[in-house]
């Protein structure tokens, strides 16, 4: 009896381990590019603050939007770091990477996103309030509201070409705030 006990217990066990084993790994999703896509440079005066946005989007989950009302998570994939540190983070690089004047001045970067998310129609969509500062002056030198729709693969919209796509969104955020302030 004892030994037909313990054979049961390892047979779920096993069992058990097999369904695990079955599970598909998480892959974290980077927003930045890879270093071998961005030129080096030197860093700026520009400081980017902490991105602000929703709190839905401060998360790890990848999310789409399913419907005009309905978030789904992105089964078996997650942000390698929360998305408002990410996306601060890609910013300052761009900024830095981009600027060819105004390097030198203290300039303080201040993003307020209300949007960013996959659509159902095939497209990312970054909407965000911008305003750069002078630190030294209180100067507001530009400010904006940005709407930024870049397109999503067709066929593959895996964890990542959403990546990509997002991330191709926050540099078209930061080349308009060069544009506009630097």
């Known amino acids: ?32 590019p890879p ?9 700026s005066r520009w400081d980017v603050r902490r ?4 709190e839905y989007l401060d998360s790890y989950d990848v999310q789409l939007r399913t419907d005009e009302y309905v978030l789904t998570r992105l089964p078996d994939s997650k942000w390698a770091e929360r998305l408002p540190v990410a996306m601060t983070r890609l910013l300052q690089q761009t900024i830095d990477e981009k600027l060819v004047n105004k390097r030198d001045r203290p300039y303080q970067v201040d993003v307020k996103v ?16 911008w305003t750069v500062t002078d630190t030294q002056d209180d100067t507001v030198i530009a400010r904006d509201n940005s709407l930024i729709q870049q397109p999503l693969p067709a066929a593959n919209r895996d964890a990542a070409a959403i990546g990509r796509a997002m991330s191709e969104a926050v540099r078209q955020l930061a080349f308009r705030i060069v544009a506009a302030a630097g």
């Open 114 to 129: 209300d949007t960013f998310e996959p659509q159902p129609s095939g497209q990312v969509v970054l909407s965000a309030r």
């Open 1 to 32: 009896m004892k030994s037909v006990f313990q054979g049961g217990a390892i047979a779920v066990c096993l069992l058990g381990l097999s369904a695990c084993a079955s599970v598909p790994p998480v892959q974290h999703v980077l927003l930045s």
């Open 35 to 43: 270093q071998s896509e961005r030129a080096t440079t030197r860093a």
């Open 51 to 54: 991105v602000q946005m929703p």
